[in-house]
């Protein structure tokens, strides 16, 4: 499991559009009641799928990619993201830590 933990401010809008034009997508809306119900869910489907998730910052929902295309590359160049700009890390946790805190914009999950 590589995360990709953007940091850099990035309008969410086009983060979703950019990373849509690639792959279908299923979305998990959440709120404050099912939000660890609907996390463990997201993760379950990801780990069976061959895609990837994106989960970004003031927005409820947990999004599931299907695709083979290496969306990291595809991300760090369309924004120009340079090292500085985002974290890779393994950790399970971290990237919804990240933005659950404000401390990342959004993040890229992949298994």
Do not use: C
């Not at 099912?34 to 799928?49: D, P, T």
């Not at 369309?78 to 830590?97: G, I, S």
Request: proline share 2%; hydrophobic share 35%; charged share 30%.
């Amino acid at each position: 499991m590589l995360n990709l933990i953007i940091r850099k401010w990035i309008e969410p809008y086009m983060l979703l559009e950019t990373v849509k034009e690639h792959s279908q997508t299923e979305e998990f809306t959440f709120d404050g009641s099912n939000k660890a119900i609907l996390k463990q869910h997201f993760l379950k489907q990801l780990r069976e799928s061959k895609g990837f998730g994106l989960y970004m910052k003031n927005v409820n929902k947990f999004y599931l990619f299907n695709t083979n295309e290496n969306v990291k590359d595809i991300v760090t160049k369309e924004f120009e993201l340079t090292e500085n700009d985002y974290e890779v890390t393994e950790d399970e946790h971290k990237p919804f830590d990240m933005v659950d805190s404000g401390e990342a914009e959004a993040s890229i999950i992949t298994y």
